[in-house]
Structure formats: C-alpha cells, structure tokens
C-alpha cells in the first residue's frame, strides 16, 4: 500500500503540472480562435476581401485548446456518467465496479493512444488547405489529448485501487485548481 | 460473396454518383456470379470528406470512393489540373481525354503518393459543367464579375480562379449557402445546374447564370490497392469493367438530368446568358493567371498541364477525324 | 451480430461508465469480436473528423460569451431587470426565476451554463424568501431548458451541423417555442402560487426604479439583437455571431460595465476550454458511434421499423416523441441528436415534415431531456448548485415537466409555432 501511496503520489504531482502547463497554452489558443474569426469578419464585410485561411487556423486552434485540457475536463470529472447503480450498490461494490469500468476506459485510451501516433505520423502526407503545414502538426494534438486523458485515467485507477483495497480514506481526490475570479 | 466491398459517395441518392454506383453495383455482383458484393454508404455516414474519406480508403475501411478534383487538392494537388479552365471544351473532348491514358498516368502518381494505397480506377462526371452563377446581375464578360463575392471551396485553384476574373472568393459552409445569397453574405458561385436547382438556390435569388462552363466537373474514383490486389485476376477485371460501366453511367446521367433542372432555373425566373465565342476568349484570356499558378505552385505542375493539353489536343484530332467520317 | 453494440453500449452506460467511453468502448468491443478490425480506425479517425469542423466551433464561443457574461454584473443586470417587470406578483421570485432564464437565453447556448449562473444567486434567494430548496431548484432546472430552445443554441448547432441545414433557419424557429416554455412554465408557477400563497419578491418598482433597472441591462440585452440581427441581416455566419458575441462581451465587461479585469480572462477563457473540450470529445465520439451504426445497418433496420408502425405522420410524430423523451432521459442531447437525427429526420421529410419542423420537434424534445432524471445534465448542476440531492429534485421538477411536454406536443401539432418565423424570413 505505501508504494502504491508513493506511485500515485508522483503521478499526481506530474499531472498536476502537465494539465496546468496543457491549460496555461489552452486560453491563449480560445483567444487566437476568437481573433481568427474576428480577422475573418472584418476582412469580408469591412474590406470587402475574404480570406481564405482564418477558418481553417481557427480549427486548428480548436483541436489544440481540446487536446490540451481535455486531461482536465476528465481530471475534475467533467465527463458525465450515470450515478444511478452506484448510489444502490453497497460501497465497496460500487468501488469494485467503478475500478472496473476505470480500466476498461484505460484500455480504450491506450488503444486511441495508439491509433493517435499512428494519425499523427500519417499526416505529413496531407497539407492544410488554404496554409502552407503538413496537417500532421494540427494532427499532434490527438496523441497529446489521448495521452494525457491516459495518464489522469492512470491516476485514477492507482486511486481506485487504494481504496479498494486499502483505506479509502487514505486515498483522497487531488486537490482542484482555483479557476475561480474575483467576482463582483 | 468472397469479397464485400463498401463503396461510399459524400452525396445523395439524386446524385450522379448514386447512378454510377447502381450500375457498378449491378454490373460486379451479377458479372462475379456472387463472388463479389457490394455495399453502398450514400452520404457522409461513414466519412464525411475528400481527406477524411481519402484517409479511410488508404486504412483499407472503406473499398471504394469518388471524389472532385478539388476533394484531393490536399492529399495529390496535381489532380487540380482536371479544374484548370477552359482546357476541356466539350463532352465528347472531355470523355475521350479520360477515357485514355491520362486517367491511367494519374493512377501511376496517386499510387506513388499513397505508398501504394490509393489506386485511381476511372474518371467520371458528377453534374456536368461548372458555371459561373449569381445574384446581382447576367455576366456576359469577365469585366462583369468585378466586385462579386463568389462562393468557393477552401481549395487553391478555384480561389485564384475568382481572382484572376476580378471578383472576391468566400469560403461559405455549403449548409450556409442558401442564407447566404439570401442575406448577401455571397454574391454568386461556381456550381453545376443541377446542384443549383437541387438546393433551390433561384429562390434565394440566384437567378444569373452564364453558361460559360469554365471546369468540367471531374469525379475521380478510388479503390484500396491492396483490397484489390487481393482478389483473383479473373474478379480484378470484372471490376475493372464495373468501373468502365460507371464511367459511362456518369458521362450521361448528368446530360439527362439537366435538361429538366434548366427547365426548372427558367420557369423559376432564372436568366441563362449563352457566351459568344468572343466572350469565351475573354474569359479564357481573363483567366491566364491560374495557369501560371498552378505551373508554378503545385508539384509538377507543368507536367500535368502539358500532359492535360496534350491529350485534349489528340481528342480533339480523334474527334474531328470521326467528324469527318460521320457527317458525310 | 454487430448490432449488439447497442447493448454493451446501454449496459455500460447504465453502469455509470461516462458517456464518453460507453460510445467507443460497445463498438469497440463488438468490431472486434465480429473480426472487423479494419473499422477500429475509422471509429478513431470519426472523432477527429467529428470535432474538426467549423459550425461546430459556435459551441466553445457562445459558452465563452455565456460565461463572460455570466462573470459579475450582468447576470445580476438582468434578474433585476426580470425582478422590475414582475417581481411584485404572488409567486414574484419565482417568476423572475423564468424570465431571467428566458433573458439570460439569448445571451447563452447553453442549460447548464444558465442553471448556474441564475441557480448560484436565485436559490439562495429563493430560499431567503420562503420557499423550499427543491422547490427553487426544480424551477432553475426547468427554465433552463429554455436557453438552448431560444437562439443561440448549442444543440441547434449541432443538429445543423449533424443534418446539413441552415443554423439560421433553426435559430428563427426556435424563437417562440422557447417563449412557450418560459410562459407554460409561468403558468403553473401562478397555479403553484396561489396554492402554496407564494410570496411577492418585493414591493412593486416605481418608474425610475424600472428605467433604472432597464438601463443597467439594456446592453447586455442587446447581444442577442446583435447575434440574430447579424446572421439574418446576412452580416456573417452563426460561427462568425458566435465570435462577434465574445467580442461584445468582452467589450461590455472589460471596458463599459467594468465587471471583469484583464487579469480575470485567463481563468475564464480556460473554464470554458475545459467545458467546450468535453463537449468536442463527446461530439466526436457521437461521430464514430454514428460511423457504426450505419455500419450495422440500424439505421434502415430503424426507419423501417418505423414505418411499419404506421405510415400517417401524425401518429408516428406521436410515437417518436415518446422515443425521444425516453433517449432524453439516459442520453445528452447533442449525442441523442447526433445518432438518432440522420435516422428519424429522413424518414418525417419523406412524409413531407418539414427539415425545420422536424429539427425543432427533436431539439426541444431531447433538450427538456436535460432536466428528467436519470440523465439530466442540469438536474446534476441545479443539485451541486443548491445542494439537494438529485432525486428530490426530480420529484419537484414534476409539474413542470408536464407543462413542457405539453409544448412539444404544441410544437409537434401545430407547425406554425416553429415555422411562422423562419417563413417570415424566407429561410425555410
Ligand atoms: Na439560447
Ligand atoms: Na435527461
């Protein structure tokens, strides 16, 4: 139990600093996106001269921002799932179930991992449409998202192990960012 | 059946490509005795575009796919020479040229740039001609575009295209288009007639078409080289017949289904301006500029374009000889 | 039998595996059993070419608005505005409650996004004004369906996106369903009220109290002006209003109300990056979950099923809102609109329903899905935010739900409702 203690511990040091670098990038690209589409609307309908290329950066934008917080989103239990068995079901079999369903999605985002890589090396046979880059470039974003979506899934399965067969107590949920504003 | 193929086609089942496909369909499965099926994906189920579909076909999930030339512009830009204006100058030019060794040179490339995943089976039609339509006002010269916003694709050469005659190209969803014309978000575009009247573009307002058919509407039909490889050769040429009947299903389901969307543009209001040969020229003149582009900027541009010219020039000499035979 | 992935798919879903996983995980599994590798690709590769997509790119913008909006002020701006129209009736804050979402709807895509901004300051003071917490927050839930029924909208987007018709038309014609709702709603609040002797919220507003209150929101207000008034008037594109709508918040925050500092952006913009990244994924996998169905042939074995139901449109419209209230309530809607709208949508326009008609039968439909439980996005936001348990909730939430099934079946029967816009417009 203290190795894994010790194991899930350094995985959750790393993630904390791989997502916050991931989110840290990902709001300077939902301002790009923005600033694309703005670029977009003035060039057509002030000047009178479309272009052909912020549709297609802002899309790249887009799959960057998702692949570079969607470790979070799954993180802070962004992705929505019915409760409704668990909330039956005496704890430690709850537990037991919500492990099993953890490695399941674990084995899937191995194989979208896998699958990822093997997009991303593709790419560099396909260039973007109105730029000059092998699509390959916007293309790295999904390794990056399945990747990291890997490591919490990790994470979350150590976790769900200690608890089963450990004290779940010992085993809290990770600390949440302050996202928060000062709000009027 | 020993093989199960699964052909797909982006469009819908009032499409060009769905009668090819039906003819394809008919003609493997009953020629194979059975050894051969073929399965239809019409529309975007499987995959909803020339990359992403491209991209399935060299996975090897998806047998067969037709694309436009500008639906490959991003894997194999060369293939953007079918676009190039007013190179083709009629039907009979146009099917000679891909009926022969033109399509046969382009297998050899795409093969070449999908690491032997992408085999070129035919080049049909899907829709005729492409001409330039609008809402402003007829154009009979290339001055009359100046200023119009046209709708194109996010593709290279039908963007300098625009430019090159004077007007403003806009990247517009094709979802979007309709609302568009009818706020003025665009001002026209560059569509066959019957993908104007199928989405009943006259009423929001499209009603000036000039009949300057500036690209034949090329439709380029893929297979997955190994899946085809795979079969025996007695099936690999029942297929390749298969293509050859599709082929011809194409060259003439779009002259059939024409003649009543250009029923339909006129009783709903719509002007069709017939370009004198002088206004031809004009536009053809007016158009220069994308030769150079596409001679300089796509890989082996140059190549493509003689190869093109050439093989229009020998249909053009083939057809005249048969003229000559047949008219008196 | 490919089909089965349908089961796995339920099972896991049921079994509390996030919708996410489910979608992939059944195809996945039966793909591979079925000796179909190939199209384990295509199912990843349909994620990507899912979220890759311009129209889709409205959804992270409108959130952005939603929550710049949402960010001090101008929430606050226009419950104060709902609170001077009718806040001194009987049943006053709870009125104000569905006004405000109706307000707070053309500013925001989005249910969840107006469950918690309005629930965090409405069931707090609800509850200061003597009503029960579940009370308050079944009525937060159930108005916030409203936000994605008025435009802009999340869900629309994506059933345009999904079916390849206009987000325009959609938009114009969900306008007076979503008014609808939010006076159905009203409705049984009076009813509610004068049984239970709901409180007034306060005395009524003098006119410079009201003129005030008007001015404080009346730029605010001005978004959705902004948004319709540029998509129809041909301006831009939805995705293009959708940026413009960020603009105008950030404007109107940063520099006009003031209620945002610079220094507040990025924990803002990376809120709604996380809460825009989870619904991309979702949508992708919706995609490749799609992508397998056809595979299945489900979709024919579907329509034809249906048809064989019953050929009038009528009954048929009937029974596929049943379906659909069902789907709603184990399903998000953007998914539910994803897989199921390229099987149903076809087979009402070949019965000559319109593409629009249809397209807000089904939005609306799965949107009041939303708040039913065991699936209801917003049931689980109204819970965090006021802290009832979910299943109360829902029990609260009952009278309401009725008043909202009756609006769809307004919508289903009486085409006029939705199309009488959109026809005004020459969109449909
Ligand atoms: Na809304
Ligand atoms: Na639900």
């Known amino acids: 139990m203290a190795t894994l203690k010790r194991l899930l511990h350094g995985l959750e040091t790393f993630n904390t600093y791989m997502l916050a670098a991931g989110r840290s990038i990902a709001w300077v690209l939902v301002l790009l996106m923005v600033s694309c589409i703005l670029v977009q609307v003035f060039f057509r309908y002030v000047l009178n001269d479309a272009l052909p290329w912020p549709e297609e950066a802002a899309r790249a934008f887009m799959i960057w921002m998702m692949g570079l917080v969607a470790g979070s989103g799954y993180r802070w239990g962004s992705f929505v799932a019915i409760d409704l068995v668990n909330d039956y079901l005496p704890s430690l079999i709850g537990r037991i179930l919500k492990l099993l369903l953890l490695i399941l999605a674990m084995v899937v985002l191995m194989q979208l991992f896998v699958l990822a890589i093997e997009f991303f090396q593709r790419g560099f046979r396909t260039r973007a449409a109105s730029f000059h880059l092998p699509r390959a470039w916007i293309y790295l974003a999904m390794p990056v998202c399945f990747g990291s979506m890997l490591m919490v899934n990790i994470e979350l399965v150590l976790r769900e192990f200690g608890r089963v067969f450990g004290n779940p107590d010992d085993f809290p949920d990770p600390v949440k960012p302050e996202l928060n504003t000062s709000a009027e | 059946a020993d093989y199960k193929l699964r052909a797909v086609a982006n469009s819908n089942e009032n499409d060009e490509d769905y009668d090819g496909l039906v003819v394809f369909k008919d003609f493997v499965e009953s020629r194979s005795n059975g050894k051969v099926e073929v399965e239809l994906f019409i529309g975007t189920q499987l995959c909803a575009n020339g990359t992403e579909c491209l991209q399935a076909v060299e996975d090897g999930s998806v047998d067969i796919y037709i694309s436009t030339a500008g639906g490959a512009a991003n894997m194999y830009?060369?293939?953007?020479?079918?676009?190039?204006?007013?190179?083709?100058?009629?039907?009979?030019?146009?099917?000679?040229?891909?009926?022969?060794?033109?399509?046969?040179?382009?297998?050899?490339?795409?093969?070449?740039?999908?690491?032997?995943?992408?085999?070129?089976?035919?080049?049909?039609?899907?829709?005729?001609?492409?001409?330039?339509?609008?809402?402003?006002?007829?154009?009979?010269?290339?001055?009359?575009?100046?200023?119009?916003?046209?709708?194109?694709?996010?593709?290279?050469?039908?963007?300098?295209?625009?430019?090159?005659?004077?007007?403003?190209?806009?990247?517009?969803?094709?979802?979007?288009?309709?609302?568009?014309?009818?706020?003025?978000?665009?001002?026209?575009?560059?569509?066959?007639?019957?993908?104007?009247?199928?989405?009943?573009?006259?009423?929001?307002?499209?009603?000036?078409?000039?009949?300057?058919?500036?690209?034949?509407?090329?439709?380029?039909?893929?297979?997955?080289?190994?899946?085809?490889?795979?079969?025996?050769?007695?099936?690999?040429?029942?297929?390749?017949?298969?293509?050859?009947?599709?082929?011809?299903?194409?060259?003439?389901?779009?002259?059939?289904?024409?003649?009543?969307?250009?029923?339909?543009?006129?009783?709903?209001?719509?002007?069709?301006?017939?370009?004198?040969?002088?206004?031809?020229?004009a536009f053809k003149a007016a158009a220069q500029p994308v030769y150079t582009w596409f001679k300089k900027s796509v890989k082996d541009g140059e190549k493509w374009y003689a190869l093109l010219s050439s093989e229009a020039a020998k249909a053009e000499k083939e057809v005249a000889a048969a003229h000559a035979a047949d008219i008196n | 039998?490919?089909?089965?992935?349908?089961?796995?798919?339920?099972?896991?879903?049921?079994?509390?595996?996030?919708?996410?996983?489910?979608?992939?995980?059944?195809?996945?599994?039966?793909?591979?059993?079925?000796?179909?590798?190939?199209?384990?690709?295509?199912?990843?590769?349909?994620?990507?070419?899912?979220?890759?997509?311009?129209?889709?790119?409205?959804?992270?913008?409108?959130?952005?608005?939603?929550?710049?909006?949402?960010?001090?002020?101008?929430?606050?701006?226009?419950?104060?505005?709902?609170?001077?129209?009718?806040?001194?009736?009987?049943?006053?804050?709870?009125?104000?409650?569905?006004?405000?979402?109706?307000?707070?709807?053309?500013?925001?895509?989005?249910?969840?996004?107006?469950?918690?901004?309005?629930?965090?300051?409405?069931?707090?003071?609800?509850?200061?004004?003597?009503?029960?917490?579940?009370?308050?927050?079944?009525?937060?839930?159930?108005?916030?369906?409203?936000?994605?029924?008025?435009?802009?909208?999340?869900?629309?987007?994506?059933?345009?996106?999904?079916?390849?018709?206009?987000?325009?038309?959609?938009?114009?014609?969900?306008?007076?369903?979503?008014?609808?709702?939010?006076?159905?709603?009203?409705?049984?609040?009076?009813?509610?009220?004068?049984?239970?002797?709901?409180?007034?919220?306060?005395?009524?507003?003098?006119?410079?109290?009201?003129?005030?209150?008007?001015?404080?929101?009346?730029?605010?207000?001005?978004?959705?002006?902004?948004?319709?008034?540029?998509?129809?008037?041909?301006?831009?594109?939805?995705?293009?209003?959708?940026?413009?709508?960020?603009?105008?918040?950030?404007?109107?925050?940063?520099?006009?109300?003031?209620?945002?500092?610079?220094?507040d952006l990025p924990a803002i913009f990376t809120r709604s990056a996380i809460s825009s990244s989870v619904v991309l994924l979702l949508v992708g996998a919706a995609i490749a979950f799609k992508s397998v169905v056809s595979l299945s042939h489900a979709a024919e074995f579907m329509a034809d099923w249906t048809l064989s139901l019953s050929d009038n449109a009528l009954i048929l419209l009937f029974l596929i809102n049943i379906l659909l209230f069902i789907v709603g309530m184990f399903l998000d809607a953007g998914p539910a609109i994803i897989i199921l709208g390229p099987i149903l949508a076809p087979i009402f326009i070949q019965l000559g329903i319109d593409p629009v008609h249809f397209a807000t039968i089904m939005s609306v439909n799965l949107t009041v899905g939303l708040a039913t439980p065991p699936m209801g996005l917003v049931l689980f936001v109204a819970s965090s935010v006021s802290g009832e348990k979910v299943q109360t909730i829902a029990r609260a939430i009952l009278p309401f739900l009725f008043v909202e099934i009756i609006v769809i079946f307004m919508i289903t029967f009486i085409p006029a409702i939705s199309m009488t816009i959109p026809r005004l417009l020459g969109l449909a």
């Open chain 2, 77 to 281: 830009p060369y293939v953007q020479v079918l676009d190039l204006p007013y190179v083709l100058s009629d039907d009979r030019i146009a099917e000679t040229v891909l009926s022969g060794d033109f399509t046969r040179e382009m297998r050899k490339a795409i093969l070449k740039d999908s690491d032997d995943k992408i085999r070129l089976m035919t080049i049909g039609n899907t829709g005729g001609w492409r001409n330039f339509a609008n809402t402003k006002r007829v154009v009979k010269t290339p001055a009359d575009m100046k200023g119009l916003k046209i709708r194109t694709v996010v593709a290279d050469l039908p963007q300098e295209l625009v430019k090159a005659l004077g007007a403003s190209p806009t990247p517009i969803p094709w979802p979007e288009l309709f609302t568009s014309f009818q706020t003025g978000v665009v001002e026209g575009s560059k569509n066959g007639i019957t993908d104007i009247m199928g989405m009943k573009f006259p009423e929001a307002g499209l009603k000036n078409v000039t009949l300057d058919g500036h690209a034949y509407m090329s439709a380029l039909w893929y297979m997955s080289n190994e899946n085809f490889l795979k079969m025996d050769e007695e099936t690999r040429k029942v297929i390749v017949d298969g293509f050859d009947a599709l082929q011809q299903a194409t060259f003439a389901s779009p002259k059939r289904k024409s003649i009543k969307a250009y029923a339909d543009f006129k009783k709903a209001g719509g002007n069709l301006y017939v370009p004198t040969p002088a206004d031809k020229a």
């Open chain 3, 1 to 263: 039998m490919l089909i089965f992935f349908l089961v796995i798919f339920l099972v896991l879903l049921l079994l509390g595996m996030p919708v996410f996983f489910a979608m992939l995980t059944g195809p996945g599994i039966m793909l591979y059993v079925e000796g179909m590798e190939r199209d384990i690709p295509l199912l990843f590769r349909n994620i990507y070419n899912g979220i890759d997509s311009f129209p889709l790119m409205a959804i992270p913008f409108f959130m952005l608005a939603g929550e710049l909006m949402n960010q001090g002020g101008i929430t606050m701006r226009l419950v104060t505005f709902a609170q001077s129209l009718i806040g001194h009736v009987r049943g006053g804050l709870a009125h104000v409650n569905i006004l405000s979402s109706m307000l707070f709807a053309g500013l925001s895509g989005s249910a969840v996004a107006d469950t918690s901004a309005l629930g965090s300051m409405l069931i707090p003071a609800m509850e200061k004004n003597g009503y029960s917490r579940k009370f308050a927050a079944a009525i937060t839930a159930a108005s916030s369906v409203i936000g994605p029924i008025i435009p802009p909208s999340g869900i629309m987007i994506i059933y345009a996106y999904t079916m390849e018709i206009s987000v325009a038309a959609l938009f114009a014609a969900g306008v007076i369903p979503g008014i609808l709702v939010g006076l159905g709603l009203m409705g049984m609040t009076s009813i509610l009220a004068k049984k239970h002797n709901f409180p007034p919220a306060g005395p009524k507003f003098t006119l410079r109290e009201k003129g005030l209150a008007t001015r404080k929101a009346i730029l605010p207000l001005l978004t959705p002006v902004i948004i319709l008034g540029g998509i129809l008037s041909g301006v831009f594109t939805p995705t293009e209003a959708s940026a413009i709508a960020v603009a105008y918040a950030l404007f109107l925050s940063l520099f006009i109300l003031r209620s945002v500092k610079v220094t």
